[in-house]
């Protein structure tokens, strides 16, 4: 059974940084393209960002290019989300997702694997 870890979420002021990281447990990420979902309240699932597997093609919505950047760290079997600039619509639950194919995350469908979630909240 994947298992999939997520931690750095919290509360920041608007223009601020976190670093999201998802830690896996039982496999190798690097198998996967590994990608993050974001679900606000009242609102659909959106997916944020992937990293394919293989070649580490990279995809950001396009409300996030240039301030987000996904990366892996195959060392420590984790991925990372780096988050500038934020803005306080960028608040949501951030889901870790262990996919076959990035498009599952550009179609936020699909998916089988998710971490628990962790909470970003962008405020003054």
């Known amino acids: 059974q994947l298992q999939l870890v997520e931690s750095g979420g919290g509360l920041v002021q608007p223009g601020g940084s976190l670093r999201l990281s998802c830690a896996a447990s039982?496999?190798?990420?690097?198998?996967?393209?590994i990608g993050w979902i974001r679900q606000a309240p009242g609102k659909e699932r959106e997916g944020v960002s992937c990293?394919?597997?293989?070649?580490?093609?990279?995809y950001y919505t396009d409300s996030v290019k240039g301030r987000f950047t996904i990366s892996r760290d195959n060392a420590k079997n984790t991925v990372h989300l780096q988050m500038n600039s934020l803005k306080p619509e960028d608040t949501a639950v951030y889901y870790c997702?262990?996919?076959?194919?990035?498009?599952?995350?550009?179609?936020?469908?699909?998916?089988?694997?998710w971490g628990q979630g962790t909470q970003v909240t962008v405020s003054l």
């Open positions: 990293i394919s597997h293989g070649d580490d093609n990279t």
């Open positions: 997702v262990a996919v076959i194919d990035c498009i599952m995350v550009r179609t936020a469908y699909g998916i089988d694997y």
């Open positions: 039982k496999f190798t990420l690097d198998y996967y393209g």
